[in-house]
């Protein structure tokens, strides 16, 4: 029980601390957010980044169609024809960290919607930040080798990392709850049972105490 609960807390910890930072940046008139390489640091990010495991998870997300499943067809209200939905209606969209920052060119670098995975170069376009020319309108590259792809893995790792970690720290109260009443239980029996302020009593409740 001792050792559960010191793995509880232990995975508690490192689950804080290798998801510490690394919220979505909030953009003007977008209702989802972007993900940026830059604000996640330590042991996780090295491992996402590092080449071989990156080549590993970008194809699984190639093959979970992750993008692909992104398309929304509405019917225009006057006329009744389908179509892909708008920019408008796009830029309205919650997304999800991976959607945003694998399926789509980030929105500084100016590119023009055609549709949710298909992009235009807008005029002047900025370059300032390299995954404007790494995005591609080829279905199977997309962005899967921008950082913000890289970022968006990250955040989705971070929210499922810190459920987890709620899961976890509800354990761990039941837990420790659950020990401290046992402990309690035990030391209250030896009361009853006349031995109190003897020897035994006082090394058995110290080692109830050592114990947790
Ligand atoms: C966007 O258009 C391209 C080209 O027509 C198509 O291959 C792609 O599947 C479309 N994207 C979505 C998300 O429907």
């Not at 050792?3 to 807390?9: M, S």
């Not at 209200?77 to 399926?103: H, K, N």
Request: proline share 3%; charged share 20%.
């Amino acid at each position: 029980m001792f050792f559960v609960i010191v793995a509880l807390i232990g995975f508690v910890v490192f689950a804080f601390a290798v998801t510490d930072r690394g919220r979505g940046q909030v953009l003007v008139d977008r209702a989802f957010l972007e993900y940026q390489l830059g604000d996640y640091y330590g042991w996780l990010k090295n491992r996402v980044s590092n080449p071989v495991y990156w080549s590993r998870i970008s194809s699984c997300l190639r093959d979970a169609h992750v993008c692909s499943g992104m398309g929304r067809i509405v019917q225009d209200p006057a006329t009744g024809v389908l179509a892909t939905e708008s920019a408008d209606m796009f830029y309205q969209r919650q997304l999800s960290p991976i959607e945003s920052g694998c399926c789509k060119p980030p929105m500084s670098c100016g590119y023009i919607y055609v549709n949710e995975t298909l992009w235009n170069p807008g005029v002047g376009m900025a370059v300032n930040d390299v995954d404007c020319s790494r995005w591609s309108n080829d279905q199977q590259q997309l962005c899967y080798r921008c950082d913000s792809c890289k970022a968006g893995v990250l955040a989705t790792l971070r929210r499922s990392w810190r459920k987890v970690s709620v899961i976890n720290i509800v354990i761990l109260i039941v837990l420790v709850v659950v020990y401290a009443f046992a402990c309690g239980f035990r030391k209250s029996k030896w009361m009853d049972n006349g031995e109190a302020y003897g020897q035994a009593r006082m090394t058995k409740s110290r080692s109830c105490r050592f114990q947790f």
